[in-house]
């Protein structure tokens, strides 16, 4: 079994993202983490305050991980640009993790 990392998601809306195509996408998106909750898998998110841009943070081996995003964008690219990075690549989460680890 490959071993679990987090995973960092990052969502911005796109500058001419139309509503009908969020609307469109809202029932394949809540399939898409339904389905990743009902694997056991861990998900957390929220937006922060510009309401355009949003924060994920899953939980999985790479496969896993890039298979989901996938999905996910695949689903959301005609109005959000995302990007995933492992949470180690992101060094001011790692520190606040290490720091709520200690």
Do not use: H, R
């Not at 509503?19 to 898998?41: H, L």
């Not at 305050?49 to 890039?66: F, H, L, P, R, W």
């Amino acid at each position: 079994m490959a071993e679990k990392s987090p995973y960092v998601l990052v969502s911005v809306f796109k500058e001419d993202a139309k509503a009908q195509d969020v609307a469109a996408a809202a029932g394949t998106i809540a399939t898409i983490i339904d389905d990743w909750n009902a694997k056991g898998n861990m998900i957390w998110s929220g937006s922060f305050d510009d309401n355009k841009t949003a924060m994920s943070v899953i939980e999985g081996d790479k496969d896993t991980a890039q298979s989901f995003f996938n999905s996910y964008n695949d689903a959301c690219k005609s109005f959000l640009s995302s990007y995933m990075y492992q949470w180690d690549a992101m060094p001011l989460l790692s520190l606040i993790g290490q720091k709520q680890a200690s």
